[in-house]
């Protein structure tokens, strides 16, 4: 059938957004699968974070993770997770949130990102985002909606970025943001992701904070649009050419 090849990869590509990478999983059907991920998941938040890590409430470690995966690719502070905890009846100091939030790190259940000062160039040390290591492991036990299509697509870009090798941060600077600054070798390159740019305002919020950056280095543009839209010397990739077929700049 025509264009089946085209299905079939999106189909695929789908549900690596979904449920990511695990490799066993690929070995299961759908409902063994979730009942592996849920497995590792378990595996890890018990052996890793919470023996390893010394974590002793375990149920305000589950609260940050439930939290974290509504709101995977945000900015997450120790103020919006305690204004969180305390909305669901649960009180935690700062440094207890600080505490977990270092053992999920560590375990690479969650990625801190840090934000980089476009105009300072140099990296700051608050306000970080957390993306997943496997979001497949924490759409396991969502406790809500999950992250929607965008943060999906978003955590993806992240997570193979940082597989290839480069140091990955956020950038911002006055007026604006870019999603990534994912850097080698003290070079940057700039990266803004969006799930489909469906309109102009969408076309002008993407391209548009990556003109206002002040030197010469890479730039580009990710989403799920198949066909490319290359705009004042910005490089427009399908997720799918990311991923499979990247240019030079943005391979391991």
């Known amino acids: 059938m025509p264009g089946q090849d085209n299905i ?32 590792a998941f378990n595996s890890v938040v018990l052996r890793d974070v919470v023996q390893r890590s010394g974590v002793r409430d375990v149920a305000g470690l589950e609260m940050i993770i439930d939290f974290s995966i509504e709101n995977l690719g945000r900015v997450m502070s120790p103020s919006s997770l305690s204004s969180y905890l305390k909305s669901v009846g649960k009180t935690l100091s700062t440094d207890a949130i600080y505490t977990y939030l270092r053992a999920l790190d560590g375990s690479m259940l969650l990625n801190r990102v840090r934000r980089f000062d ?33 943060d999906l697509v978003d955590n993806c870009v992240f997570v ?57 280095y890479p730039r580009f543009v ?20 990311f991923l499979l077929d990247p240019p030079e700049a943005l391979r391991g």
């Open 118 to 150: 476009l105009r300072g160039k140099k990296v700051m040390s608050t306000l970080d985002k957390y993306y997943a290591t496997d979001i497949g492991l924490l759409n396991s036990k969502k406790p809500g909606a999950g992250p929607g299509q965008g």
């Open 222 to 241: 990710i989403s799920m649009d198949p066909l490319p839209m290359e705009r004042d010397g910005i490089e427009h990739l399908s997720l799918q050419q």
């Open 8 to 39: 079939d990869t999106l189909t695929a590509l789908n549900n690596y957004l979904q449920w990511g990478g695990m490799p066993f999983r690929f070995l299961l059907d759908e409902e063994a699968q979730q009942a592996y991920l849920r497995d």
């Open 160 to 216: 193979e970025l940082a597989r290839r090798g480069f140091d990955v941060f956020t950038g911002t600077a006055p007026g604006f943001e870019i999603d990534f600054v994912a850097t080698r070798n003290g070079k940057p390159r700039y990266v803004q992701v969006a799930y489909l740019i469906g309109s102009s305002e969408v076309a002008e919020r993407e391209f548009g904070a990556l003109t206002k950056v002040n030197d010469n």
